[in-house]
């Protein structure tokens, strides 16, 4: 029998190694992509998502203040950096396939798993890229301990569709298009060109994954009949626990269909001022 995209996407959750995992995503995502082509569809289907992805048995996972800080403009630091991103690419892949089987028992157009798709393949590259990045510096992913915890919102939002793509693409990933620049920069005065372009192709694409997240956001509160900026604000408040922090980019938020009165009044500033 031909999996579903709901068991490949299990597959993908539970394979630990990194190279594999992403290696696997990118295997999946072609054979979605090549169905359509084709004028066909994997089935959807259902399968149960893991509590917790696989993940290899290195890097350490630390609780974020026993994370060494060091300073990004020291060669080391640079390592540092890119470490953290790579842990967050890995996190990303995990994310849009969980995403996928979790939900999957909502009726969705074809076009949301199209996204969701297309969206871990392209993290899977980005994984790979700043693994090669690290390696051409002599590190590798592992090599450094990682944050604990980057799983906790999509666990919070296990069971909350509108909540996760509030969470996840709405707030963290529009939360890279606010710092990829300033990193690009550190990248760019090191002169490490080939982590600069890495860095580049990173930002260009999670604007698109921004954009799908408002996108489907919007569509589901449509169908219910609700008002995206009212749901927005209350689901932030209730599975992000913290204030968003400014500056942000708000012409990429922007184009990513993320308008200031969705994010402004979560701040520590707006929330004052709302109840
Ligand atoms: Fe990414
Ligand atoms: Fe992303």
Redesign the pocket.
């Given at each position: 029998m031909t999996q579903t995209l709901s068991q490949m996407a299990v597959e993908v959750l539970t394979t630990a190694d990194g190279r594999a995992k992403t290696a696997l995503s990118h295997k999946y995502a072609a054979a979605w992509f090549a169905a359509r082509k084709a004028g066909s569809e994997i089935e959807i289907g259902t399968a149960t998502p893991p509590i917790m992805p696989s993940r290899p048995d290195k890097p350490e996972l630390l609780s974020p203040r026993d994370v060494p800080r060091r300073r990004p403009g020291s060669p080391q630091g640079r390592i540092a950096l890119l470490h953290a991103v790579a842990h967050?690419?890995l996190n990303?892949v995990d994310l849009h396939w969980d995403i996928i089987a979790r939900f999957a028992d909502t009726p969705m157009p074809v076009g949301f798993y199209d996204d969701w798709v297309k969206a871990a393949d392209?993290?899977s590259k980005?994984?790979n890229l700043v693994c090669d990045c690290l390696e051409n510096l002599d590190s590798h992913y592992g090599a450094l301990p990682a944050h604990a915890g980057m799983w906790r919102a999509a666990e919070d939002t296990a069971t909350d569709f509108l909540g996760r793509l509030a969470v996840v693409p709405m707030v963290l990933?529009a939360r890279?298009l606010d710092v990829t620049p300033g990193m690009i920069t550190v990248f760019q005065k090191a002169g490490e060109t080939e982590t600069v372009s890495a860095l580049e192709t990173?930002y260009a694409?999670?604007v698109g994954?921004v954009a799908y997240g408002s996108k489907w956001f919007n569509f589901l509160c449509g169908r219910h009949n609700l008002d995206p900026k009212d749901v927005f604000h209350k689901l932030v408040r209730k599975y992000f626990h913290s204030t968003l922090k400014p500056p942000f980019n708000e012409e990429k938020r922007a184009e990513a269909g993320l308008p200031p009165d969705f994010y402004w009044p979560l701040t520590e500033q707006g929330s004052v001022t709302e109840p």
């Open positions: 967050i690419e990303a392209e993290e980005h994984f990933e890279g990173i694409e999670e994954h």
